[in-house]
């Protein structure tokens, strides 16, 4: 289950990546994960994650990537 900060930065993300006009596949390698990664940060699920903590960390890094401000999370 996603908590509601995963929830958050995972729909800010998808957004600003869209608005970038970038794929999935394109973002993913620019943070050095998986496009699967990718989506289950924008969606939800843990399966390509070891760890929670990791997942939220990847997260993070995306939104850096994006230039999405760290209000809320």
Request: charged content about 25%; some cysteine; aromatic content about 6%.
């Amino acid at each position: 289950m996603l908590s509601n900060v995963e929830n958050f930065l995972g729909s800010k993300i998808k957004a600003a990546r869209e608005n970038a006009g970038l794929s999935l596949e394109e973002l993913a390698k620019q943070g050095c994960i998986s496009a699967k990664q990718l989506e289950q940060i924008e969606s939800g699920g843990d399966a390509y994650f070891y760890s929670a903590a990791i997942k939220l960390a990847s997260a993070k890094k995306i939104a850096n990537i994006l230039g999405v401000v760290e209000d809320g999370y």
